[in-house]
């Protein structure tokens, strides 16, 4: 059971790491500007789900607990079960942030992408230089 | 320090209350006063921290009361204070110079993106906690692209607007990776606290298992990715490419900032890295020698690739730009070195450019207005008296071999740094691309003695007293910069003291965490 469970946890990461390879790709190398955009998004969550699986606490046995401490620890003993066996709340505070920000900067980016069309009738990089390179 | 705190807090209440206000005032004079008094406003503050700072050290202002480690806490050291002061001097005369510029039914939310830029800035500088960094980060980044983009009827400003904050965003996406990298390594994200566990091994702690849990590995993992940030930012060779197309876009004033205002944070951010948290004696000391000789040789070539490039522009922005380029790459060769000299270098070499920077832009600004932006426009600043001198004292002070320029002290202060270390083929370069760099900066300062073309009809230039008035305050503030440094060793002593409080991490530590154990 916890073979499987590590097993899987490292497929989740490197899946990640591949994910943002997948990404970077795709805002660097694809010319339509919607394609870039949504690339970038994907770049962006893949390290966000990387900062809460940074958060995740593996505990043998049973699942990882809620950061909350409904009731007054009895003692040291019960305090240092609750540190290693809950869920590290930090990392998903951040990770809100950087979802908010990164919302601004998608909305700004959806609106330039707009004007962009406007300008020259297409959403390829390329438009703006004078013809297409097919 | 509780003005420290308030600066960037006040200029972002500021800027978003504009758009609010604009539902009710609808006059562009209200705006352009409203803002003239917050940068004045915040100019007044970053003094007041910088004379703090230089008369107490360190200080810290703890959010919400939290101790640190815990809890978000601003740190100013001497070198946050004088970046912050210049910052913000640049922002104030930005912003005056804006009143004179920029036309817009959309006034008010130019002076919105204007204002937060400055607070994204400062709170760069003013940070001392890794995340904090990156958000002050995007509040910077995201005014920056908004203003790129502000001519939106300009396909172009469009087009580099895209491109800026595209690969903006991965920039700092990756910083915001080596954040997460830290704290899943170190567990906190306070610098102070970060740069204690990088050195000393008894404070480490077995935060995670895994990659994380090897401190060596991950502290060269965030590293590596913070570098990428910075040197975008501060526009270091590989990632300079942005520069030249988003500055000339943005409007003028905007271009004036970009190097006080964004270039700098890269330099600030790289040397907070290099020097405080992961500095001498941290876990990668053996890794951090050779990270410096990569950035000194991307800081060479993008002084190489910038000079060189100035050399054929035919936009005056985009000269300034390469420009900027070029001296940037000699501020990351100054403080990679690794000496405290070094980094002296790198700070005056910073303030030198950024004040030179800008006055070339308010300058030039004019001969925009009257003709455009092909560098041979700048022929109508013969009009202009004020403005063709100021234009061509930037001009020399980027040069760097007059010397009554602090320009040229800059330049002498990173060759002896490079010497002192052995590194000759450096020195070789900083001269190389000065001689380059000054053929580009004789051409400009021809086309201003030829005779002056026809000038295009814009009230702007019957009144030209508020551009007068920036261009004579920041022609002033070059030139006595150049006589303290000259006749005053006192004034030299206070810079030195920078890149000895640079060298010295403890000091920052103790400041922050020294009341922890106590």
Redesign the interface.
Known sequence: MSDYFSLMFTVVLLSLVVNIGIALYGIFIKPSLVKKFIALTIFSDSINSFAIALGFRRVTGSYPGVAVLSDVPRGVEELRHFSTASVDPLPQALVLTAIVIGLAVYMFLTGLIMLYYRHYGTTRVDAARGGSRE | MLTAALLPLLLIGLAFALPAISLVVRNPRFFRIYAVTASLLALAMALDVAVGVYRTGVTYYLFGGFRPPLGIVYTIDKLGAVLGLLSIFILAMSTIYSTWMVRSRWEYLYYTALLALGAGSVGCLYTGDV?NF??ML?VL??SA??LV?FY?DN??A??A??RY???G??AT?FY??S??VI??SFGTLNMADVALKARSPLAQIQY?GGV?GNVILSSALAIALSMWTFTFKAAIFPNHFWLPDANPEAPTPISALFVAVIDLIGAYGAIRYLYTIFGTGSVIEYLRSDIMLVLHVLGALSALVGALLLVVQTDVKKFIAYSTISHMGLAFMAFTLGTERGVVAAIVQLVSNSLSEALLFYSAGIAIVASGRAVEGLSTLRRYRLASVAFVVGLLNLFGVVPLFIGFWSKVLIFIAMVEVGYIASALVLVVSTGISGLGYVRLIRYLTRPSGSVREDGRLRDLRVPYVVISVVLLALVLLGALFIYLPEFRALLEVVGTEVLDYGKYVEAVLGGTFK
């Open positions: 995340f990156f958000v995007e980044s995201i692209y908004v983009a939106r396909p172009r469009v087009e607007s895209i904050s595209m690969v965003m991965v996406s915001l990776l954040a997460f704290y899943g995670s994380f």
